[in-house]
């Protein structure tokens, strides 16, 4: 299961940490809170299930609300290295929107799985206010993470 303290929302894959510089980290974080300074603070619903095979997630809806935060996203990481992030699974490259809330540690069959759990939950309301950049250390489930900045819509403290 995901700790509650690292319960996200990903956005994008910026790059490997040793090719940006912690200067442009902090450049591409105060862009973003330029891109977002207008932005009210998003209210979503998470209950729908997405099952992947390494991974349980909620949806997170509705999507076209989350778009000014992934072009201020983008823009901020063009602005500043020259290159959009990586915003989705290849060969779509598309952006679903979801929190994920279990990684699978083994293979499995996923029928009893989705059996339990069934393709949706009860919503549970959550409002975006902010969006993060995070240096991830190692693989996921390792939760070795570094934040480095936020950036928060309207300009909230």
């Known amino acids: 299961m995901t700790p509650c303290e690292w319960l996200h929302v990903t956005t994008m894959n910026v790059g490997p940490s040793v090719e940006i510089s912690r200067?442009?980290?902090?450049?591409?974080?105060?862009?973003?809170?330029?891109?977002?300074?207008?932005?009210?603070?998003?209210?979503?619903i998470l209950e729908k299930v997405i099952y992947h095979p390494e991974a349980i997630m909620?949806?997170?809806?509705?999507?076209?609300?989350?778009?000014?935060?992934?072009e201020a996203t983008k823009n901020a990481t063009r602005l500043v290295i020259g290159r959009?992030?990586?915003i989705g699974e290849p060969p779509s490259n598309t952006w679903t929107p979801h929190a994920t809330v279990a990684y699978?540690?083994?293979?499995?069959?996923?029928?009893?799985?989705?059996?339990?759990l069934g393709k949706s939950v009860i919503g549970c309301e959550a409002q975006i206010d902010s969006v993060s950049l995070v240096i991830q250390w190692g693989p996921e489930p390792d939760w070795n993470w570094e934040p480095?900045?936020?950036?928060?819509?309207?300009?909230?403290p």
């Open 104 to 116: 699978s540690t083994s293979n499995q069959v996923a029928g009893p799985i989705i059996s339990a």
């Open 58 to 70: 909620l949806r997170v809806q509705p999507a076209d609300a989350l778009m000014p935060i992934l």
């Open 84 to 86: 959009e992030g990586v």
């Open 23 to 44: 200067n442009d980290m902090s450049l591409m974080v105060e862009a973003a809170q330029r891109g977002l300074a207008n932005t009210a603070p998003i209210p979503t």
């Open 148 to 156: 480095v900045g936020t950036a928060r819509l309207l300009g909230n």
